[in-house]
């Protein structure tokens, strides 16, 4: 299929616009260009030369998508790709290495090495440019704020609900799309609670009103045309993304937006299958799959039973990291809910969308999350390979943050948190289908 392609220049938002120049004079590579794609197949990427945007990427720039974030978190994650992009340009490959050179000599498959390297590339990415190494300016105000904001969005760019997405699955969200639609005319969500209608509001001097397109059709202006700048067109419920925080951060913190609690429906999680919970006090791990039953899956001592749990939506009253915390600041990775009063493995748990009520993809769960069915040998490789990914970024994470990790810091701390997540990454591959364990 022959994707066809936009200009940046006119279909982004004028901020996201700006936030790219900026982050492009900060890093030298002022004569790249941004285009956006009709298809999200390739979400974003780079041939060195360009950086090319999945058009659902433009929905996650827009702040009237997201809902119950603090300020400085929205579009967060979106700045952070578009710095990773550019981070390929000017981390990794370097100046002074081949690239072909480099991917022949990793010592794997030859039909494998392509994406290993893609994999370390972007862990080597990720790392620097969350922390602006790549900057030129390392000390102006707007590069200390980038740097926060890309920090903040590496953080939580894996963490985020999102609903609605336009398209067709694996890709899109026509379930939650739908439902959405109606919420602009209604005044509410499906669960009676009021919302506001967030779409494109066009320049009173145009004669439109809000939901009207700049331009869109003559006789009916609600209608797109092809000079219509994609952004207007995924602004708002039933047109593009809507974006929402993970439980965890509902659970422990009030919404930005009414300075109350969340509601119940911000906070509630649907366990996937029947579990039967037992505790390894050795290796402070809740367990559900094990071998053989009582035996911890890491290191074959006694387990407790914790109790069992039927399949269902369930509140949600406690998160714990990995290090057995119960009060994250903001989003990191979380090994048990707790419901019925019983502390269950988060990765058992599909996330809700709080305005449908439908699942809602939280991307850290495409690739930890519990799957009944096993996967197509290269699914089980790709997912491997993220899960790869997304530990290393982690343990280098809580290996350079000032309080650290379990009590560790530095290599100690990135060691501790890769031994603490043995049991998620092993019922992971072990459900899949045991390819790259």
Same mark, same amino acid.
């Given at each position: ?15 996201? %616009?700006?936030?790219?120049? =900026? ?13 956006? *794609?009709?298809?999200? =197949? ?12 999945? %058009? ?13 974030? $603090?300020? /400085?978190?929205? *579009?967060?994650?979106? *700045? ?7 981070? /390929? ?48 300016? %390392? ?5 200390? *704020? ?7 969005? /590496?953080?939580?760019?894996?963490? +985020? ?8 699955? $694996? ?11 109606? +919420? ?46 994609? &952004? ?13 925080? $993970? ?14 609690? &969340? ?10 299958? !029947? ?16 071998? =053989? ?8 001592? !006694? ?27 903001? +989003? ?16 058992? &748990? ?21 799957? $009944? ?10 997912? +491997?390979?993220?899960? &790869? ?26 060691? =501790? ?21």
């Amino acid at each position: 299929m022959v994707e066809s392609f936009r200009d940046g220049n006119v279909h982004l938002h004028p901020d996201t %616009q700006q936030l790219f120049q =900026q982050l492009r004079d900060l890093t030298g590579t002022s004569n790249v260009p941004i285009i956006v *794609a009709r298809s999200d =197949q390739h979400g974003a990427s780079t041939d060195m030369k360009k950086i090319n945007l999945g %058009q659902n990427y433009v929905s996650w720039t827009l702040e009237q998508n997201y809902h119950g974030f $603090p300020s /400085h978190l929205i *579009a967060a994650g979106v *700045a952070f790709t578009l710095a990773h992009e550019i981070g /390929h340009i000017t981390v990794h490959p370097g100046r002074v290495t081949n690239w072909w050179d480099e991917v022949d000599a990793l010592p794997v498959d030859a039909h494998e090495q392509g994406d290993w390297s893609n994999v370390i590339s972007d862990i080597m990415v990720n790392y620097n440019v969350s922390r602006g190494n790549n900057f030129i300016d %390392q000390t102006s105000a707007l590069s200390v *704020a980038l740097r926060e904001t890309l920090e903040y969005g /590496h953080y939580s760019d894996s963490f +985020f609900r999102v609903a609605g997405t336009p398209g067709v699955a $694996p890709y899109g969200d026509p379930v939650n799309r739908t439902i959405m639609s109606r +919420f602009a005319q209604t005044g509410v969500n499906s669960f009676g609670q009021p919302v506001e209608d967030n779409r494109y509001t066009p320049p009173e001097s145009t004669g439109l009103v809000q939901g009207d397109f700049n331009p869109g059709e003559p006789d009916n202006p609600n209608v797109a045309t092809k000079d219509t700048p994609l &952004f207007q067109q995924l602004m708002g419920y039933g047109r593009g993304p809507q974006i929402y925080p $993970p439980v965890m951060y509902c659970v422990l913190n009030n919404n930005p937006d009414t300075g109350e609690p &969340f509601p119940e429906n911000w906070r509630t999680a649907r366990l996937k299958k !029947n579990v039967s919970i037992h505790y390894c006090e050795e290796c402070n791990s809740y367990q559900d799959y094990q071998s =053989q039953r009582g035996k911890c899956e890491v290191c074959g001592k !006694n387990t407790t039973a914790q109790g069992t749990v039927s399949a269902g939506d369930y509140l949600v009253t406690e998160v714990m990291t990995f290090d057995g915390r119960t009060d994250p600041e903001y +989003f990191e990775p979380i090994m048990t809910y707790k419901v019925n009063g019983i502390r269950v493995p988060a990765r058992l &748990f599909e996330e809700l969308c709080p305005d449908t009520g439908k699942p809602c993809s939280m991307n850290w769960n495409s690739h930890f999350g519990y799957f $009944p069915e096993k996967l197509p040998a290269a699914s089980q490789r790709r997912k +491997f390979q993220c899960r &790869f990914l997304l530990l290393m970024e982690w343990a280098a994470i809580y290996a350079t943050r000032p309080e650290g990790y379990g009590g560790k810091k530095g290599k100690n701390a990135a060691y =501790q948190f890769m031994q603490d997540m043995a049991y998620t990454l092993h019922t992971a591959t072990v459900e899949g289908g045991g390819v790259g364990a």
